[in-house]
């Protein structure tokens, strides 16, 4: 498995950018560059969803389609990090996100999926 550290979280007003960061520690055996990633969030009171993913070397992102158009997932294997950026914020882009990582090969939307899980950053957005 990886350790995931999430960071960029904050309170922002609608319509701000931010961009999140995950640095993922290797452990023996695990190498960031064999793991597809993925950002997921959970708002209070609501089930974790998926918001982004992209393939090993970045080949291929999806996105849910709440954020199609506003969210950018991105990765530098060089440095061990995946990025998403987020612009045209809504309130209801409130939640924690989550960073994780998978070997699997199954949907990359799937949660389950992921065996590296980061602790969330916290991103609020109101006026």
């Known amino acids: 498995q990886l350790q995931l550290t999430e960071s960029g979280g904050g309170l922002v007003q609608p319509g701000s950018s931010l961009r999140l960061s995950c640095v993922a520690s290797?452990?023996?055996?695990?190498?960031?560059?064999?793991?597809?990633m993925g950002w997921f969030r959970q708002a209070p009171g609501k089930e974790r969803e998926f918001v982004a993913g992209?393939?090993?070397?970045?080949?291929?992102?999806y996105y849910a389609d709440s954020v199609k158009g506003r969210f950018t997932i991105s990765r530098d294997n060089t440095k061990n990090t995946v990025y998403v950026q987020m612009n045209s914020l809504k309130p209801e882009d409130t939640a924690i996100y989550y960073c994780?990582?998978?070997?699997?090969?199954?949907?990359?939307?799937?949660?389950?999926?992921?065996?590296?899980w980061g602790q969330g950053t916290q991103i609020t957005v109101s006026s």
């Open positions: 994780a990582g998978t070997q699997g090969l199954g949907s990359i939307k799937d949660g389950s999926e992921y065996d590296s």
């Open positions: 290797e452990r023996a055996g695990h190498t960031f560059s064999n793991y597809r």
């Open positions: 992209i393939t090993w070397g970045g080949d291929f992102t």
